[in-house]
């Protein structure tokens, strides 16, 4: 008799659905072992819709990772999750015994900081609304280095006068910084319990409450190739380099 896994192998070699396989009897255990080991493998953070495609049908992924990661929970690795995506990360309590790679990111300038915390709680934000929070110009080179650290990214563009590009987190900054989404974030009196707030704050000042959806809102229109030509992310025509 062919056990879960066989059924499994037997669907995918064949290039049917998992459901073709008439695995009727395939256990939550299983499931879980096969999620645990796609996830395990992969080298970034893996989205619950890719689980979804290689487990049979109507299997609730999110439960299924909720338990999983439940059983990981007092362990040397926890499963974490990042807005939709999971991975496997050393604990937290841990981290201090894992050797720091000797090639560390150089650390971001103020300037930098206060861009990125700009757009994590204020995005979809364009370039002009973070200087006008800021109170200086923010230099390309700013940008840049949030963006080559993969933690700010291009949203889309704004439906107003001159269509600006908005900008937004990625996943990757949810990863680095351990937060599950960006409602996690820290709000006003968080910050000010850390000591990260001067206690002279303005009167009126307050800290806004991000959003969890990283889908483009409805005064958002999605970034096209033409777009990214514009951006210098693309030589005009899409013409590759060959």
Known sequence: ???DTDKIAAAMDTGRDVDDAQVVDFSDFEAGRIAEALIFASAEPVPESFLADRLPRGTDISALLVRLAENYAGRGVNLVRMADRWA???AADLSFVI???ENEVRKLSRAALEVLAIIAYHQPVTRAEIE????VQTSKGTLDVLMEAGWVRFRGRRRSPG???TLGTTTDFLDHFGIEELRDLPGL???KGAGLLSGRI???FHIPMPGADTDLSDEEDPITQLDLEELGLLPPGGASDD
Do not use: Q
């Not at 006008?132 to 109170?135: A, L, S, Y």
């Open 1 to 3: 008799m062919m056990s």
């Open 88 to 90: 496997f990360r050393t």
């Open 99 to 101: 050797r720091k790679d």
């Open 132 to 135: 006008d929070i800021r109170g």
């Open 163 to 165: 269509r600006p590009v």
């Open 189 to 191: 009196e968080e910050l």
């Open 202 to 204: 303005p009167p009126g």
